[in-house]
């Protein structure tokens, strides 16, 4: 029996030489392991990059390369669980990453991100990585990237885009239905309203919201999880056949 996967982790080196015969494209994803309300595990982030690429990946030609799946959270480790990364040594694991990559001949670099803390250093290594080679980098922010796609979705403003709000409860609610526990998911408005929001301050998280939501997750539903991820897919493949000329596939992949 044939083995049909897009995961590099899940090729034999065999099939790699096949699949990479039919393309340039390696789909990244990056996440992180932190509180994501007391509705939603620890390792959101990561579970929804990981699966949007996926999505992506039967759509179009590409392999779906290493998953980064612990990131700089450091603003919010005082919630148990949480897991953070030096950004040097995510920068430096990711380079080496794509060095690997690079060597096996791929050019164009997708980076499937969830979380707001690796974007800075994914845009450093991006940024270099063109420089020294002839490729091309693009990133997703995903959980701002979907603000712009949820025109009569949600319900509850810019707040449902907050942290484990109605967005992301709804998307993980899709995605991983069997993940979350709608018996703790809450409603938690900002502890305060900032006079001063327009200065980039450092605080820990624990002063903007004591379980880790920020904003209404009870609003979240399937359907609105799936609308928006639908969305979100459809928007990165029109990005990839449009603007990068990637190969769409013949058929999707159930």
Known sequence: MSVKTNFLKEMSWKMFEDKKKETDLVLIPSGAFEVYGPHLPLGSDTLVSVKIAELVAERVNAIIGPTLEVGDSAMLDVFPG????????FKAYLTDALRSLRKWGFKDFLFINTHLGNVPIIGQIAHNIQRENEVRCAQIDYWRFIKSLDKGIIESGDLAHAHASEAGTSVLMYLYPHLVDT??????????????????????????????????????????????????????????????HIKEKNSVIS
């Open 183 to 244: 018996e703790k998911w809450v409603n938690e408005p900002p502890k305060s309203n900032d006079q001063f929001s327009d200065f980039i301050q450092y605080n820990n998280y624990d002063k903007s919201t004591t379980s880790g939501t920020i904003g209404n997750a009870t609003l979240g539903t399937k359907e609105k999880g799936e609308a928006l991820v639908n969305r979100s897919v459809d928007r990165i493949v029109q990005f990839l056949l449009q603007k990068w």
């Open 82 to 89: 949480t897991i953070t990364i030096q950004p040097e040594s």
